[in-house]
Every structure is written in structure tokens, then in C-alpha cells.
């Protein structure tokens, strides 16, 4: 039961353009969303996160959005680094249950020169 | 040391071994998890530990065994796996009840011969 679903496993981007990851949930019940990156040999580390309650969230050149009708969220980084090549995770969890948090599968982003 | 690490980095085992993965974290956290992260599938929480007692055990096999001596420890005892077991087992720790503020160690690449 694969309750936060990340449908691009890998994506490719020119180094100063946007890029645009995709995250969908199904769980009614997440109320806190978040996106974690990881390097090779490194465990993911978090960067951004996003509260149900807003459908925005910025952080310099990373930016959340949450549609929660759509029960969608997305990571836009722009202008787009090669040093951001690297695997991004999405995550939920409800906070009824601060025990529990569930990840996509990631989506690898490489940034070109 | 700093943050959340884990030894051993790669474990190659066969299916009659024995052997135990070790995560500590220096943050002063009182809360510590282990996830399991397969090839292509999204990350899964398998242990939650809070205090040192077990809070969550998502229907992990028995052939998986924790251990919480203390707030900074965490083992994984692993005994007569399968080849299917084998993936990337990453260790992360977070205040109680803060389970989206967790920072990760870098992960055991294990191997099931």
C-alpha cells in the first residue's frame, strides 16, 4: 500500500533552468509533507518541508507547493545547480500518528553544465 | 563524531550467519528508527524507538531483531535472512514525537548471499 507516490523516477535538467519534482499521497489524513535529498553513500538529509495549513513554502531557491485537493505536492528549484544532482524523497505523515512517515521511492535529478 | 552514524557501511552475510548492525547518534535525541530502503521502492520504517522502548514494529519478520540499550544506541540483530532482505538499512534519530525532524546516518548496504 504505497501511500505517497513520487511517478518520475529520474529526471534531467539543464544547469540554470527550473526543476520540478512530483509528488502525489493518497492519504487524507497527511497533514505535513516533506522532501529530503540524498547523495551517494550519504543518508537523505532534510531540506524542505511543508505544513498542511499553507500551500506554499520558500527556501531560497527551493520552493513546496501543496495542492490539496489534488492531494499533490512539488519541489521547484530554481535556477538549478549541478551540486542538486541527487535523489529527492518526499514524505508525509499525519500528526495523529507522530510514529509514522511515509516516503516515495525518490526521483534522481541530474543537473547538467 | 557528529550527527547519526552506522557501521558497518557494507555487510555481505549468508543466510545461516549472524550479525548485528550498530547506529549511534551524537545529537542528544531520545528518539532513534530503523528503515529499510530496497532497490526502487520507497523507504520503509520498520523500528521506532522512543526512551529506549519500542513504540512501532511494522510487521517486520522476526528474523529482524532490535535493540535499544540506551537513547544514543541502536542495533539491528540479523539472523537466517533471506536474499530479499538485502538493501541499504539506514538508522536515523529525532526528538520524541518529532518524527519529521529526524536526521539519517549514512546507511548499511547489506547483502544476502
Known amino acids: 500500500d504505497q501511500q505517497v507516490k513520487q511517478n518520475s523516477p529520474s529526471l534531467s535538467v539543464q544547469e540554470g533552468r527550473i526543476s520540478i519534482l512530483n509528488c502525489d499521497y493518497t492519504n487524507s489524513m497527511f497533514d505535513y509533507f516533506l522532501w529530503y535529498k540524498k547523495y551517494p553513500a550519504e543518508g537523505p538529509t532534510f531540506l524542505i518541508s511543508?505544513?498542511?495549513?499553507?500551500d506554499k513554502n520558500e527556501d531560497g531557491r527551493f520552493t513546496v507547493f501543496l495542492n490539496k485537493s489534488a492531494k499533490h505536492l512539488s519541489l521547484h528549484i530554481v535556477p538549478s545547480q549541478p551540486g542538486d544532482s541527487a535523489v529527492y524523497f518526499c514524505?508525509?505523515?499525519?500528526?495523529?500518528?507522530?510514529?509514522?512517515?511515509?516516503f516515495g521511492a525518490g526521483t534522481r535529478l541530474t543537473v547538467k553544465p | 563524531e557528529t550527527g547519526v552514524t552506522q557501521t558497518p557501511r557494507h555487510l555481505v552475510m549468508g543466510m545461516t550467519n549472524k550479525k548485528s548492525l550498530k547506529c549511534e547518534q551524537h545529537l542528544g535525541h531520545n528518539a532513534m528508527y530503523w528503515y529499510k530502503q530496497s532497490a526502487k521502492k520507497p523507504l520503509e520504517l520498520m523500528f521506532v524507538?522512543?526512551?529506549?522502548?519500542?513504540?512501532e514494529n511494522n510487521s517486520v519478520p522476526s528474523r529482524f531483531s532490535p535493540e535499544c540499550p540506551n537513547s544514543s544506541h541502536l542495533f539491528l540483530h540479523l539472523h537466517t535472512l533471506q536474499p530479499e532482505d538485502s538493501a541499504l538499512y539506514l538508522c536515523?534519530?529525532?526528538?520524541?514525537?518529532?518524527?519529521?525532524?529526524?536526521?539519517f546516518g549514512p546507511g548499511t548496504r547489506l547483502t544476502v548471499l
Open positions: 511543508i505544513s498542511s495549513i499553507k
Open positions: 514524505a508525509a505523515s499525519a500528526s495523529s500518528n507522530n510514529n509514522d512517515m511515509r
Open positions: 536515523a534519530s529525532s526528538q520524541t514525537g518529532r518524527l519529521y525532524e529526524q536526521f
Open positions: 524507538y522512543n526512551f529506549k522502548e519500542q513504540t
